[in-house]
């Protein structure tokens, strides 16, 4: 597995709110918005503000189970196999199965598994972002 994280992942009350935040405080413009989830593109690694409630049901836990900022940490990879490879991988080192790789609605391929701190790590292959040689994820 290399070493990378593609996507961080933070859950927000107020999407607009936070929007607002980011673009007003950073100057950060968004790649993607719509009424549940905004991305941008920073630098190598994509950061993502989800609804609060709607992350957590994402993977197919509790909001009130994940403290107060429920969030997700993502890996991208370059082929869809390795997602399950991955998944695979990651149930054998003992990591609980939040929600198993299956296909979703925007076209790619993933699935969540809690770490040993049941911290939330999407495994995902999505055909419209690329991954550089150098390991950096960009948003098409």
């Not at 929007?19 to 790649?31: I, S």
């Not at 920073?42 to 969030?71: C, E, N, Q, W, Y």
């Not at 609605?105 to 770490?115: E, H, R, V």
Request: aromatic residues 14%.
């Amino acid at each position: 597995m290399e070493q990378r994280i593609s996507v961080i992942t933070l859950g927000v009350k107020d999407l607009a709110a936070s929007r607002r935040f980011y673009v007003a405080v950073l100057g950060w413009k968004p790649v993607y918005e719509d009424t549940e989830i905004l991305f941008f593109q920073t630098g190598g690694i994509v950061f993502a503000l989800f609804l609060h409630d709607k992350l957590p049901a994402d993977f197919r836990t509790d909001p009130a189970s994940l403290g107060r900022t429920p969030m997700s940490l993502g890996y991208n990879v370059r082929a869809k196999p390795e997602v399950d490879q991955l998944m695979e991988r990651a149930t054998a080192a003992g990591a609980k199965i939040l929600k198993p790789a299956q296909e979703t609605s925007w076209g790619s391929y993933s699935g969540y598994f809690a770490d040993p701190d049941d911290f939330a790590w999407q495994i995902a292959w999505n055909p419209s972002w690329s991954i550089s040689p150098d390991s950096s994820v960009q948003f098409h």
